[in-house]
């Protein structure tokens, strides 16, 4: 899973935008800890994080928070505010 997560965040980059690991599991893998999902906050509008990635889903598309599936796994990619 960290190895995706590492691959959406610089897919992200490739595109122009800045992300960041988000949420808990920050916390989990500074204690060393196997995080059980890796959330990415990102300057990429909604509409941009799903033209990049092919298999999204919105959950708070208004929130700004998509769903991308990859490798099996899902991130919850959520625009800055």
Do not use: C, W
Not at 10 to 30: F, N
Not at 46 to 53: G, L, M, S, T, Y
């Amino acid at each position: 899973m960290e190895q995706t997560a590492l691959e959406v965040v610089r897919r992200l980059g490739a595109a122009g935008h800045v992300a960041y690991y988000a949420g808990g599991s920050v916390r989990d893998l500074l204690r060393g800890q196997v995080p059980k999902d890796i959330d990415v906050a990102t300057d990429a509008r909604p509409e941009a994080v799903q033209k990049i990635f092919s298999r999204t889903y919105a959950v708070g598309a208004h929130f700004g928070v998509i769903v991308v599936l990859e490798n099996g796994f899902q991130f919850e990619i959520a625009t800055s505010r």
